[in-house]
């Protein structure tokens, strides 16, 4: 989620603009609604979570520990977040009420081992019974690995840039997939492994990239370690560190799930912008492959991939080119442009050749008549691609509920439901019901 992982404009109000202007529906994309009405037969509609963005008081993550010292590049602590940690049933029942059948969240390794060998049966067994409250409730468990967390004493000797960390997450994987892995619908090792290669694309003030180096050297000197490395927290100097440490772990770990439930299909997601080529000498496809290629190529030998697609990105020769004057804006003054998903999701497939599952796709904003109107419209131009053959297992919106949006805090809003940060009852926005009529019905 680019627009809110980067600091574009954020304090930029929401434009007042048409609906049109979220994405004109072709010809093609009505012709093919109009021509099959129907999505596939078991097509999957969700809503999805992390685990720490919405159980709260993960005490032992490395993120808990940088969000809580001066200096950080967290405008706020996670805190409670939404209490699902507690709450997780009420959590699944307003997945169940909306009309949902797949809820996509996270378990969490910090929880689950919070110190190196120690791991925590009590902690399998939490996440087991959510497994098997999604199946009481008809919902299918998708389940992430690692979206972005890790235990603190993982990024205190490194995180991914430590020789040891692929055969610690496999030692991690295995564990859960044994305890868990057969009730489990689909597995995804890593929530957005290249969120940082598209914040080095972004162009975002170099400020940014200094604020995280000093987050994390803050973070190492509290502890008196030499590197303190997090998944979404980097210095531009780590990223190459990073991203071979992330690959060797996806394979580690897809290898160990598998061992442990063979039948479990397994894969990863990206982040993907909707990128467009605009102009002779346009830098698209260097930005491509500097963004998606290697996880693209490694995705070719996976069951699936997951495409979480959130705006579309315009370039030019000399880089990337501002959008549209009369664009509809998020929370922090991106475009909201409905085709973008269906435009990702046709480059995952034709890149790799897989089944793709839209892990995530939303739109971060307090007014929520743009998501109900986006939504629609986005899976409007998906039908069409699906219609084109492109083989889509299901659809999972981000997020089920608002929740803490890493180092921003708690401003952008991108929940199906709100909830009260003193009482945590959740409340339905009108949007939830938009997406419930159509997954109900398994048809825009």
Known sequence: MLDRR???????????????ALGRVSAKAAKGAAASPQFP??????????????EGNNTASDLWFIENQQPTVFAAPSGDAANSLLLWEQDLDLAKAIGLNTYR?????????????????????????????????????????????????????????????????????????????????????????NILLLLQNANVPPQLWDIQ?????????????????CANVAGKDDLPDLQRGLLAAHKAGKAAIKAAAPKLPVGFSLAMMDDQAVGKGSQRDMRRQQMY?????????????????????LWGAEGRLPAPQDAVRNWSGSEVWAPSLA?????????????????????GTDDDSIRAAFIPAALTHLKAAIDDGVPVMGYCHWSLIDNFEWIFGYKPKFGLASYDPVTFARTPKPSAAVLGAIARANRV
């Open 293 to 313: 290629g290697t996880w693209l190529d490694v995705a070719k030998g996976d069951d699936f991939i997951g495409v979480q697609n959130y705006e579309r990105a």
């Open 105 to 193: 969240f996270g378990i969490e390794w910090a929880r689950i081992e919070p110190e190196k060998g120690l791991f925590s049966q009590a902690m399998l067994d939490h996440y087991a019974r959510v497994i098997d409250g999604c199946r009481a409730r008809g919902l299918a468990p998708v389940v992430t690995f690692s979206h972005f967390t890790a235990p603190r004493w993982f990024s205190a000797q490194g995180g991914w840039a430590n020789p040891e960390s692929a055969d610690l997450f496999a030692r991690f994987t295995d564990k859960a997939a044994r305890h868990f892995g057969n009730r489990i619908h689909a597995a995804i090792t890593f929530n957005e492994p």
């Open 6 to 20: 980067t600091v574009l404009a954020s304090a930029a109000a929401l434009a007042a603009t048409s609906a049109p």
């Open 41 to 54: 037969q078991g097509f999957l509609w969700g809503a999805s979570t992390a685990p720490h963005q919405i």
């Open 213 to 229: 180096k000093l987050t994390l050297e803050t973070a190492a000197k509290r502890l008196g370690v030499p590197r303190f490395l």
């Open 343 to 363: 435009g990702a999701v046709r480059y995952a497939h034709a890149a790799t050749g897989v089944p793709i599952l839209v892990s995530e796709h939303g739109v």
